[in-house]
């Protein structure tokens, strides 16, 4: 078996003695006794009281260290070998953040081996770091002091995909106390290098539905939160929706306690995921009233030749859709900001009654996270109406 680049440059991360190094390292790089080899254990990504923040990875022999994090910097940060062998740079001092960062060593990408929150990939590249730069008061994706509420694991073969996978459930706090309330349901995607576990581990939608829960500012709802591949490695396509609509909802529907009506769906992804929402939301208005996407993998080139019906019938369309909610950073790279509004643009031409959410940043969960704040207070609430033109983009208003 062929062993990926990038995990033999794993192994070689591994502090050990085939270096040669010093045993001795400096204060600032760890304390707390020796580690494998005789070494210190290092901090990294070690976040300081001002929210700078020092990567450090130790890697004698290499010519060449940087770190990438898109949220911070749009180019890699060279970083310096001490005496020891020893890499490191400060950064910041950073907004409240939680971000996916690598290492590229020698050209190779790697995480950081000495930070244990990790995102994996299923396509390209090798799994990321998180850092974690906390909040003072915390920000509205951390963990607050109110009740919480609970994600489930569950596992089910699906015989439309030929094989068993999983996929997430969030009940809100009060769920199970609560034995006779039905609740609304959200359909939350991932994008094409993401796993059913993104919108939690990273996009902490979990917490972000408790917090604006307890604040009054969003209704309690279910969240499901799916594996969106139809196979590894692979974008989804048509299968994705058969496995949705066919396996996942109704299975959702007979264990979980999901009020009945389309008024009571939505489905919402990001990138690849925002496509399907999209794709599949706007083809399904029978089953889902709210529909969203963020960053987008969607054209205004595909809702004019698959959605005319929809586009030439504003009134109709209006009337089956609750919520029609976009969202899309400025210096999105991946899709395209100018590509997503094309789509806003068209559907306000067209009467189509939405939101379209505008703010800096890139192709990152620092984007879809606070999306996702913007929507959820939106989704199930009564008397909620969709704007029949542009609103002043949020960057504007200082938000």
């Known amino acids: 078996m062929k062993i990926p680049l990038f995990l033999l440059l794993l192994s070689a991360l591994i502090p050990t003695n085939v270096f040669g190094q010093a045993a001795a390292t400096s204060p600032a790089a760890g304390s707390g006794g020796r580690g494998r080899g005789g070494l210190a254990p290092l901090i990294s990504p070690d976040v ?6 020092t990567f450090r990875v130790r890697m004698p022999n290499a010519q060449a260290v940087s770190v990438t994090g898109a949220d911070w910097s749009e180019a890699p940060i060279p970083m310096i070998k001490d005496d020891a062998g020893l890499w490191s740079v400060t950064v910041g001092p950073l907004d409240p953040i939680y971000a996916i960062y690598n290492f590229s060593i020698d050209g190779v990408t ?26 003072n008061p915390p920000e509205l994706w951390e963990a607050r002091d109110v009740p919480h509420g609970t994600v489930e694991v569950n ?26 309330t039905r609740y609304p349901v959200l359909y939350l995607l991932h994008g094409s290098n993401g796993t059913q576990d993104d919108w ?32 590894l490695g692979s974008l989804a396509s048509g299968k994705f929706e058969r496995y949705l609509l066919d396996e996942v909802m109704p299975a959702v529907e007979k264990k979980y306690r999901v009020a009945p009506g389309h008024e ?38 595909k809702l004019q030749s698959t959605y005319a019906d929809l586009l030439n019938d504003p ?85």
């Open 315 to 399: 009134a109709g369309t209006n009337a089956k859709l609750k919520a029609l909610w976009l969202g899309s950073g400025h210096q999105d790279k991946a899709v395209g900001f100018a590509n997503n509004k094309q789509v806003s643009d068209l559907l306000y031409d067209k009467g189509i009654k939405h939101i379209f959410f505008e703010m800096d940043g890139g192709h990152t969960f620092t984007v879809w996270r606070k999306c996702l704040e913007e929507t959820l207070p939106v989704l199930f609430q009564p008397g909620v109406v969709m704007p029949a033109k542009p609103t002043t983009p949020a960057a504007e208003k200082g938000i």
């Open 200 to 231: 939690a581990n990273i996009g902490r939608a979990n917490f972000i539905a408790d917090n604006l829960i307890a604040d009054g500012k969003a209704v309690p709802m279910i969240i499901v939160m799916t594996w969106g591949h139809d196979g």
């Open 264 to 301: 009571n769906r939505a489905i919402v992804g990001y990138s690849m995921g925002g496509g399907q929402a999209l794709n599949i939301g706007l083809s399904h208005l029978d089953l889902f009233a709210s529909v969203g996407g963020y960053s987008y993998a969607f054209s205004a080139q």
């Open 48 to 53: 300081h009281s001002d929210r700078t923040v």
């Open 155 to 180: 596992w089910a073969a699906s015989p439309i995909h030929d094989d068993t996978r999983a996929y997430n459930v969030y009940t809100p706090p009060g769920y199970a106390a609560n034995a006779t």
């Open 110 to 135: 790697t995480p950081d081996l000495n930070n244990p929150r990790v995102k994996l990939r299923t396509n390209t590249g090798s799994p990321g770091s998180v850092l974690y730069v906390p909040g």
